[in-house]
């Protein structure tokens, strides 16, 4: 029997995922740029719900504006009841590429009428957890992203950008090439077309799909261990601080969770692994030590995590005050 062809196979991939995890939903979004990903993703998604595609132009190339426009009409006469062009200010916190990607979130949550149906597939998964990898900041990131997120949905997670680009092709779609992609100033760039090739090589192939495997695999553990955090804090909980002695008895793994999930709670923001074990060491390993810095507040004060009488406290600083 032939194998079906790679519209079928993307088909297939989000109807599976609209009955796990979209039973109720009348309608929905599609995050589109033009490129081979997110238009074979509108084209199969455009005909199973009435569909709204939303074009984000980032203004950060000459032609953004025209690239924009032709993603709309591509929309169109794909059958989408709607599309709009979303026109945004990039700013320039964490880098380009982060900066980018939070400006663009923004953007489709703020004009979003449903779920958002996002093209990234199991070669982004693969980028993603490689990044992770290199950051060192834990499991959490090393299991990449998530296949539904509410309102994220990522309905081609385990399917290769070499089948959304032969969709294209069967639909005779012609798709942008979005010049980024190639930019070697880019590190996920640099991944695509230097690090996994040659792991690939070395590894004798596979190395994408195992890095997804790897994925869902910390996901789930993940997940159980986050659930395990949750009914945790409540038992650790001293007014709006931590109770150190009761964190001191549990495992490490449950006590770093819940003491992640009180900073973000408590406005820090960009934490990594340091950080969060730095704070994790007041209560293991306390010898009078100062505060962790955790996070920036407004007019020049900075958020420290610190201990006081037994319990674990966040309060702000002026930036120049010594730590």
């Known amino acids: 029997m032939d194998r079906p062809g790679a519209v079928a196979h993307l088909r297939k991939a989000v109807e599976k995922f609209a009955k796990d995890y979209l039973g109720s939903a009348e309608r929905w979004c599609v995050g589109l740029s033009g490129g081979p990903d ?19 132009d980032h203004g950060l190339q000459r032609d953004s504006a025209a690239v924009a426009e032709t ?3 591509q929309a169109i006469s794909l ?17 380009p590429e ?65 089948v959304t680009h032969a969709a294209c092709q069967e639909l005779g779609l012609t798709a942008w090439q979005d010049p980024h992609n190639s930019d070697r100033r880019f590190t996920r760039t640099r991944l695509r077309h230097e690090v996994l090739p040659l792991l690939d090589d070395v590894l ?13 695999a910390l996901r789930e553990d993940t ?40 900073l973000l709670a408590g406005g820090a923001t960009g934490l990594t692994d340091i950080q969060i074990r730095g704070v994790d060491a007041l209560v293991t390993d306390w010898r009078g030590q100062g505060g962790v810095a955790v ?11 610190g201990r006081r009488d037994g319990v674990l406290t966040l309060r702000l600083e002026p930036v120049d005050k010594p730590i």
């Open 38 to 56: 997110s238009l074979a993703l509108t084209a199969v998604a455009a005909p199973l719900r009435p569909t709204t595609a939303l074009i984000v």
């Open 71 to 73: 993603a709309r009409a």
């Open 79 to 95: 059958g989408c009841v709607e599309a709009q062009v979303l026109c945004i200010q990039v700013g320039e916190n964490g880098g």
């Open 98 to 162: 982060a900066a980018a990607r939070t400006a663009r979130y923004a953007a489709l949550d703020a004009h979003r009428d449903g779920p958002v149906l996002l093209a990234h597939t199991l070669d982004d998964q693969a980028e993603t957890v490689l990044l992770g990898l290199g950051r060192g900041s834990g499991a959490r990131s090393i299991a990449g992203m998530r296949p539904y997120d509410s309102p994220w949905c990522r309905p081609l997670l385990g399917v290769r950008r070499s």
């Open 204 to 216: 004798g192939g596979g190395v994408a799909e195992a890095l997804a495997r790897t994925a869902t």
């Open 223 to 262: 997940d159980l261990l986050d659930a395990i955090a949750a009914q945790a804090l409540t038992d650790v909980t001293a007014g709006s601080g931590l109770d150190t002695g009761a964190l001191a008895g549990l495992p490490g793994p449950v006590r770093r969770r819940v003491i992640r999930g009180w």
């Open 295 to 305: 996070g920036s507040g407004s007019r020049g004060q900075r958020l420290f995590a």
